[in-house]
């Protein structure tokens, strides 16, 4: 086949996901992680749900729903129980049960991601680490029942997790537990035939990756130094988490899958 001819991974799709259903957590706009593996999902057979937290992001989570021909959204603030049982409540009525989930969740104050880590006050970090890590931990306690067999949770981490990263701080911290907690959730849910695994994307120009100080210069540098040269896209991410959520992992599970273009194997580059 032609190179100028062949089809872009947003646009070749095969069924791989027909007739499975599942819930998005974590889209914030079209520049999103999780929205690059939903548009993949979908365009791949998948039917599904999303969440968004307040007003504004409901604004922007609707487009992209209807975008996958979707009308099935939730609001849900993963800092309280009983809004994220709502959510579940809501998928039983409509759907009855579900076949996987994205959690794409994470927040820190952006003012404390600069300067020292040793600087980080008691309530940012209870805070970071409750929602970019303990919400997996109880969104995927109380989805469980709901989960069909061969099911899938995909969660989303970064390198900082192993690594001192620029400008990241407390957000590695919660990275690491959030990591630890996929491979401890992947022993719970094993039994029940459910696989969980996190995708660590490389530095990317997203919503939250424009909020790390200093983001321009370490995104230049990822891609000078990857041994794939280039711009990390959304499809990278988004063909990766097909496959996680897809039957063609049914024998993974626990596992941190780097999508980076390599970068996270470079401890030092050449020398010029």
């Excluded at 849900?76 to 759907?95: L, P, R, S, Y």
Aim: net charge neutral.
């Amino acid at each position: 086949m032609n190179k100028n001819t062949e089809e872009s991974p947003s646009n070749f799709a095969i069924p791989l996901m027909k007739n499975k259903k599942g819930l998005i957590m974590g889209v914030a706009n079209d520049h999103s992680l999780a929205w690059g593996i939903a548009n993949l999902l979908h365009k791949n057979g998948a039917k599904l749900a999303y969440t968004y937290q307040g007003e504004s992001f409901k604004k922007r989570v609707e487009p992209l729903a209807k975008k996958t021909d979707s009308d099935l959204i939730f609001n849900c603030d993963v800092t309280n129980t009983n809004e994220i049982e709502d959510v579940f409540a809501g998928i039983k009525k409509n759907w009855g049960d579900l076949d996987f989930i994205v959690h794409g969740i994470a927040y820190s104050d952006r003012n404390e991601l600069s300067g020292r880590y040793v600087d980080t006050t008691k309530k940012n970090f209870i805070k970071t680490l409750e929602i970019s890590c303990y919400s997996l931990t109880e969104i995927t306690r109380i989805a469980e029942p709901y989960i069909n067999k061969g099911g899938s949770i995909l969660t989303l981490s970064f390198g900082g997790s192993v690594k001192v990263m620029p400008n990241y701080n407390v957000m590695g911290v919660a990275k690491a537990a959030l990591e630890s907690s996929v491979r401890y959730l992947s022993s719970d849910l094993g039994k029940n035939g459910i696989r969980i695994n996190a995708i660590s994307a490389g530095p990317m120009r997203t919503l939250s990756g424009a909020g790390v100080g200093g983001a321009r210069d370490i995104f230049n540098y990822a891609e000078k130094f990857s041994p794939l040269n280039g711009k990390l896209s959304l499809d990278n991410i988004g063909t990766a988490g097909l496959y996680l959520l897809s039957d063609l992992s049914l024998g993974v599970t626990g596992e941190i899958h780097y999508v980076d273009l390599g970068y996270n194997t470079i401890g030092m580059p050449k020398p010029e």
